[in-house]
């Protein structure tokens, strides 16, 4: 069973529309996040959410809204694309938002590609 | 704010060889991470170390922290192909903050 998933895995677009990335976790953790890692592999914090709840919230163009239906699940939606978005995002759990020894698990990333 | 510097970036090594990676962070951390990344996948944790002089050893890998100088290590030992990958280190304050990567190739 896959611990965090997210769908879809790749996601060709083009600039100006507007997509939804969709992830969830089954490990019963209270806590998710959406990272961000561009062409050079650098891996940034974007959003956290505990138990539903907004905790995190990095400077991100308000054009990236997260949305947590429920704490399993954590959706990313981005308005009017452009070509800089273009990365790979990956969602994480953890079982809290900062325990002691509160290792993250990453989904497998969705790879957003804006034409 | 918390920064965390990984060196080398890049690491060419020979099946065989010892190396070790550093990790340094800018202000206090809860605790140091590290991570490996295999091309196109995702990251899967290696250690968590929350003391200072903690020492955590998986295979060929071992992972030490000193808080005093903010620094950790990934030592490998007797690198073998299979290692390949990029290894990141990460600090918490708040936060993840992730160093830059260190893509390491361990050639045949």
């Known amino acids: 069973d896959t611990a965090v998933s997210q769908t879809p895995k790749y996601l060709v677009t083009q600039m100006g529309n507007d997509k939804s990335i969709k992830c969830e976790q089954n490990?019963?953790?209270?806590?998710m996040y959406w990272y961000k890692q561009d062409s050079k592999k650098f891996l940034k914090i974007m959003f956290s959410?505990?138990?539903?709840?907004?905790?995190i919230n990095e400077t991100v163009p308000n054009r990236f809204s997260p949305k947590s239906p429920d704490k399993a699940h954590l959706n990313l939606h981005i308005n009017s694309l452009e070509l800089g978005d273009s990365a790979v995002y990956f969602c994480?759990?953890?079982?809290?938002?900062?325990?002691?020894?509160?290792?993250?698990?990453f989904g497998p990333g969705t790879r957003l590609t804006v034409l | 704010e918390l920064k965390v510097e990984q060196n080398p970036l890049f690491l060419s090594m020979q099946e065989g060889k010892n190396y070790t990676i550093y990790c340094n962070y800018s202000?206090?951390?809860?605790?140091l991470y590290w991570y490996r990344q295999d091309p196109g996948k995702s990251l899967e944790s290696l250690f968590v170390?929350?003391?200072?002089?903690a020492v955590k050893q998986e295979g060929r890998l071992m992972a030490s922290l000193d808080t005093k100088a903010r620094l950790s290590t990934l030592h490998i030992t007797a690198a073998v192909h299979d290692l390949s990958a990029t290894y990141f280190c990460?600090?918490?304050?708040?936060?993840?903050?992730f160093g830059a990567g260190t893509i390491l190739r361990v050639k045949s």
């Open positions: 994480a759990s953890s079982l809290t938002s900062g325990g002691a020894i509160d290792t993250q698990y």
């Open positions: 490990l019963g953790h209270d806590t």
């Open positions: 959410y505990n138990n539903k709840e907004l905790i």
């Open positions: 202000t206090t951390s809860d605790r």
């Open positions: 170390l929350l003391s200072n002089g």
């Open positions: 990460a600090g918490y304050g708040n936060k993840l903050v």
